[in-house]
């Protein structure tokens, strides 16, 4: 990807006006207190009453009452999805803002199962199911039928698992991304499908079906060296259907569409064995807000 330029965080120190000790607008004097002596340097007497005490305690018993204040109002008009009792059409970053709502503890395989029946569980479970149906798990005959059971509605679950074998047991298809024709990686090398939500917005929401949009980065490719087909990024959006079944969401359909991709920075790309290092040391997330 190509890589555009951003001012760095480490950047140039300001002015020297910012310099508590520079010598513009002041004289840089040393200012020396004798002993036993109640001027200031300057021949000022330091103000010695109760004034400064008053002050001191009158901020404190303020920063109080805010923190009372605040502490009273934190939890009126909050709700699912929210992002902290706004309108989900004028929350901003709301729709994928921590809720405070516990991660879902169930599990269907190694998916994530048990989401919540509401906007924020419909959000989960679609970041939770683009994760999957991207991984490379889903180029292995087996792992494949038990993401799409797990995944899909049962009346439609079927019907794309025939649909999906076709496209990920073909020779042409394999070989064209640098695997072997039965789908193994070649020998030395790393493959690497990894899908990473960004971000997640409710297009659709009645109840007991939700239309779900996913933005995600694609890691694809094989790592290694010799590799014909390096890791490298892509960026989409899938927007998932999914219907409240049996006491979960499931996915009824869904489609794809290129980005939006960000600009890249100018970072050099990693050495083959490194990026391969990486897929092998970091795992992946559950996905839940």
């Known amino acids: 990807m190509s890589h555009g330029d951003e001012r760095d965080y480490r950047s140039e120190p300001g ?11 002041g004289t840089r004097q040393t200012r020396t207190r004798l002993p036993g002596d109640d001027n200031d340097g300057y021949g000022r007497r330091p103000v010695r009453n109760t004034r400064s005490l008053a002050m001191v305690v009158g901020v404190v018993v303020l920063l109080i009452a805010a923190i009372a204040l605040a502490n009273l109002g934190g939890g009126e008009g909050k709700g699912p999805g929210t992002g902290g009792g706004k309108d989900s059409a004028t929350a901003g970053t709301g729709p994928t803002a921590a809720t405070g709502t516990k991660p879902v503890q169930g599990k269907n395989g190694t998916i994530a199962a048990g989401f919540a029946h509401d906007e924020q569980g419909a959000q989960s479970a679609a970041a939770n199911y683009a994760v999957a149906l991207g991984s490379a798990e889903m180029f292995d005959r087996d792992r494949r039928h038990e993401i799409t059971m797990a995944v899909y509605a049962p009346e439609v679950a079927a019907a794309r698992q025939g649909d999906l074998d ?3 047991s073909g020779e042409r298809f394999l070989t064209s991304i640098g695997l072997n024709p039965d789908g193994t990686t070649p020998a030395g090398l790393t493959f690497v499908s990894r899908s990473n939500p960004v971000g997640t917005k409710i297009e659709k929401f009645a109840g007991d079906t939700a239309s779900v949009a996913v933005w995600y980065s694609e890691l694809f490719g ?7 087909n390096p890791v490298s990024e892509s960026w989409y959006t899938n927007t998932f259907e999914l219907r409240w079944t049996n006491g979960d969401w499931k996915v009824t359909d869904f489609t794809q569409r290129d980005g939006p991709v960000p600009v890249g920075r100018d970072q050099a790309a990693s050495p083959a064995q490194e990026m391969a290092d990486a897929v092998e040391q970091f795992g992946g997330f559950t996905y839940a807000r």
């Open 222 to 228: 094989l790592a290694g060296e010799g590799s014909k």
């Open 166 to 168: 076709k496209v990920y």
């Open 15 to 25: 002015p020297r006006t910012e310099d508590p000790y520079s010598t513009i607008g």
